[in-house]
């Protein structure tokens, strides 16, 4: 079983930069690949970015390639999103996911895939 909590959410302008953290309970942690999603106002929860258990492999939506990071401290339980070059459209609701398969191989993109989710924290960036 797997807490996450979100922080670091707000508001903040077009242009400037947001730093997500989400705090994660539990000893599994380090052997969960983890991701973040985000659902804008009125749409569809969508992928951001996700992370493997190692650390050592990533990958990115397209919207937010080139602009953004994710890692992970395993040894704090701990996922970081940056952000830069912020932007409207990336107003939304952010969540933190865990994917509970033992280090598994597979970095996924869709949300039902993931078991464990946090409460979310609201981004709202300002044009």
């Known amino acids: 079983q797997v807490t996450l909590v979100e922080s670091g959410g707000g508001l903040m302008q077009a242009g400037g930069s947001l730093r997500l953290s989400c705090a994660a309970s539990?000893?599994?942690?380090?052997?969960?690949?983890m991701a973040w999603f985000r659902q804008p106002p009125g749409k569809e929860r969508e992928f951001v970015a996700v992370i493997a258990w190692s650390g050592t492999r990533t990958w990115y939506a397209d919207s937010v390639k080139g602009r953004t990071t994710i890692s992970r401290d395993n040894a704090k339980n701990t996922v970081t999103l940056q952000m830069n070059s912020l932007k409207p459209e990336d107003t939304a609701v952010y969540y933190c996911?865990?994917?509970?398969?033992?280090?598994?191989?597979?970095?996924?993109?869709?949300?039902?895939?993931?078991?464990?989710w946090g409460q979310g924290t609201q981004v709202t960036i300002s044009s």
């Open positions: 996911a865990a994917d509970e398969e033992n280090k598994s191989p597979l970095l996924r993109l869709r949300s039902r895939e993931y078991e464990y």
């Open positions: 539990g000893r599994a942690f380090s052997s969960y690949n």
